[in-house]
C-alpha cells in the first residue's frame, strides 16, 4: 500500500477517534451534565458574553432563597454614549440578578431596554433633572411591585445578594435609605458607590418629586446631594449600613480601598466619609455591596471572581450569619420575622452630621488614576 492510501484510511479512523475523545472529555469535565458552558465558550466574543456569564454554579441567580423574599429592583444611570460600553457590561453581569433591572437614558435602546427620560440635553447640570424623573418613574410604575430600590451608575458593580441580605434586616414598608454616607449637607449617601432606598422611603419622597413639588425641577450638578437632602425632608433618616465598623459600599475601584497609600491624604475623600476611612484588608465588609468606577473589562472580571471562583473546600460564606429579620408570605406582602423590633431598628436611628456643605464637582471627586484614563483596567 502507498503512502496516499494509508492517509486515505487512517483519515477516517482519526476523525472518528478524535470525536469519541472530545465527548469523553467533555463529560468528564461535567459539561454536558452539568448544564454549565463548554470550556470553548469561556472565550468568547465581548457580545457573546452573556452566554457565557449564564454559568449555574452554586445554584445560579436564583440560588439563595432571598431572590423571592427581598425583591430588588435595580435602576441604572446611563446615557447614549455608553450604551455600548459600559451599560452594555452592567447588563451583561451583576444585573441579572437583581429582580428587575432598568436602565434610565436620554435614549431608546431596544438593546438595554432602556427608559427614555424626555431630556433636553446630557450633562452634569442635568444630573439631578434626570434622577429625578427616573425616581418619579419608578414611583409611578413600580411602588407596589418591588420591596428596594437600588440606583447605580453604569460603572457600579453591585453584588446584589449581599444588598438583598442588608435588606431583609428591614421592614420595606418603612423609611430606609443606605449607602456610603458622607457629611456635607446634613448627610447623604455617594451616588457613585450607589445608594438603595425601601418601598417605604420610595412613597414618601415619590409626591415631591413633581415637576412643582418640593424637589421639583431644578439645575443641581449633585445629584446625590439632592436627592439626600429630599429624602431627609420628607423624613427619612440616614441609614447605618455598617458591617462591625466597615463599610459595604464603596465610591472608588477595590484596589483603591484595599491597597494602603493610593489614595492621598489631602483628598476630599477623606474628609467627606462620616465613618473614617480604612484601607487595607479591613476597609470593606466580607459582605460589600459595590465599587465604582468599574470599566467594562474590569466588571466582567470582577463578575468571575465573586461568582465563578472559589478555594477548594472552603466553607459558605453565610453559615453563621443571623438568618434574615423580614420575609415574604404567600400573598407576596411583607411581613415581620422577628420578636424584638428594637434589634432592627437600633442599626437605623439619624446620626448628627457635622460638616461643610460645600460639595466637590465630579471632576473633583476622582481619583488621579480615573482622571488618567485608568489605563491599567481598559
Known amino acids: 500500500m502507498n503512502a496516499h492510501g494509508a492517509v486515505r484510511i487512517a483519515a477516517p479512523i482519526f476523525l472518528v477517534a478524535s470525536a469519541f475523545y472530545f465527548i469523553y472529555f467533555m463529560y468528564a469535565r461535567g459539561s454536558f451534565s452539568s448544564g454549565a458552558p463548554a470550556p470553548f465558550l469561556q472565550n468568547v466574543a465581548v457580545d457573546q458574553l452573556t452566554r457565557a456569564f449564564s454559568h449555574t454554579s452554586n445554584g445560579g441567580v436564583r440560588n439563595a432563597s432571598l431572590y423571592n423574599e427581598v425583591l430588588v429592583l435595580c435602576w441604572i444611570l446611563t446615557h447614549p454614549g455608553n450604551h455600548d460600553t459600559k451599560a452594555k457590561a452592567v447588563k451583561e453581569t451583576w444585573s441579572q440578578r ?16 432602556t427608559v427614555d427620560l424626555k431630556m433636553s440635553g446630557e450633562g452634569r447640570d442635568k444630573l439631578w433633572e434626570k434622577s429625578r424623573k427616573a425616581w418619579y418613574y419608578l414611583y409611578e410604575h413600580f411602588a ?10 453604569d460603572d457600579c458593580f453591585v453584588i446584589v445578594e449581599n444588598l438583598r441580605y442588608l435588606c431583609s434586616r428591614y421592614n420595606p414598608n418603612e423609611g430606609y435609605y443606605f449607602g456610603r454616607v458622607f457629611k456635607p449637607f446634613g448627610g447623604y449617601m455617594s451616588g457613585g458607590a450607589g445608594y438603595v432606598v425601601s418601598r417605604g422611603a420610595l412613597k414618601k419622597l415619590g409626591p415631591k418629586l413633581k415637576e412643582d413639588g418640593l424637589c421639583g425641577h431644578g439645575v443641581w450638578q449633585v445629584e446625590d446631594a439632592k436627592f439626600g437632602v429630599c429624602l431627609k425632608e420628607v423624613g427619612v433618616p440616614i441609614g447605618n449600613s455598617l458591617d462591625n465598623g466597615r463599610d459595604r459600599f464603596h465610591p472608588f475601584v477595590p484596589e483603591q480601598h484595599i491597597i494602603p497609600g493610593i489614595i492621598p491624604q489631602k483628598f476630599w475623600y477623606r474628609d467627606y466619609n462620616l465613618h473614617k476611612a480604612v484601607e487595607g484588608p479591613d476597609c470593606c465588609s466580607d459582605l460589600s455591596i459595590s465599587f465604582h468606577y468599574i470599566s467594562p473589562n474590569l466588571m466582567r472580571e470582577l463578575y468571575f471572581y465573586v461568582y465563578r471562583l472559589h478555594p477548594y473546600g472552603s466553607a459558605k460564606a453565610d453559615d453563621n450569619l443571623p438568618p434574615p429579620l423580614f420575609t415574604r408570605s404567600p400573598a407576596g406582602s411583607a411581613i415581620a420575622a422577628m420578636k424584638d423590633r428594637s434589634a432592627r431598628t437600633a442599626g437605623n436611628k439619624s446620626t448628627p452630621l457635622t460638616g461643610s456643605n460645600e460639595v466637590a464637582t465630579e471632576e473633583q471627586r476622582k481619583p488621579k488614576h480615573v482622571l488618567d484614563g485608568d489605563k491599567k483596567h481598559g
Do not use: I, P, T
Open 98 to 113: 437583581c429582580n428587575k433591572a432598568v436602565f434610565m437614558s436620554s435614549k431608546e435602546d431596544s438593546s438595554l431596554g
Open 144 to 153: 407596589d411591585d418591588y420591596d428596594w430600590f437600588m440606583k447605580a451608575d
